[in-house]
């Protein structure tokens, strides 16, 4: 057997860009946001707590300087809760899956069937609620997932890990 290994040229390559990016469910959003709003919650409790034990974090100067960094960074992590949805979409192609996030660092992550050992569906309390789940995709030599997408209305989650084993099964037939 010969193996043929011909030059592909860059100009020749279709770009990732033209691929059309399925979006996360907008409530999505709405569960980022109370998750960011409910960890600034637990962080000042924290602070007002530990303040108990350590009457100097009560003192009108701490606070003076506490609250506005307190205040300014929880703003931050609110709007990058915010924000972050509209830089995460998905794609499901023939032969491999795609997860697009990022707002400052940009991330593609490209996941072929034939490399997925185990897909399973989670969801949190809040997702739960809102009818949402996450579908995490697993490849060997790892106990982590790989790849994961947050935000898709449980349905969808339920069709994509069918679609998966699908093509899972497959694989290991060829």
């Given at each position: ?63 003076f300087i506490m609250l506005p ?106």
């Open positions: 057997m010969h193996l043929i290994n011909e030059q592909v040229f860059s100009d020749s390559i279709s770009d990732i860009d033209d691929i059309t990016m399925e979006t996360l469910d907008p409530e999505y959003r709405t569960v980022n946001v109370l998750s960011a709003i409910f960890f600034a919650i637990v962080l000042i409790s924290i602070y007002f707590i530990v303040s108990i034990f350590e009457k100097n974090l009560l003192t009108t100067f701490s606070l960094i307190w205040g300014l960074m929880s703003g931050l992590y609110l709007w990058f809760a915010y924000k972050s949805f509209d830089f995460q979409a998905f794609a499901i192609r023939q032969n491999d899956i795609l997860y697009k996030s990022g707002i400052f660092f940009k991330s593609t992550l490209i996941i072929p069937f034939n490399r997925i050992q185990h897909c399973e569906i989670n969801h949190g309390p809040l997702d739960r609620y809102f009818g949402l789940a996450r579908i995490e995709l697993y490849t060997a030599g790892g106990s982590s997932s790989d790849l994961v997408i947050p935000g898709l209305p449980h349905h969808r989650a339920e069709a994509i890990r069918s679609f998966v084993f699908k093509k899972i099964a497959a694989d290991e037939e060829e």
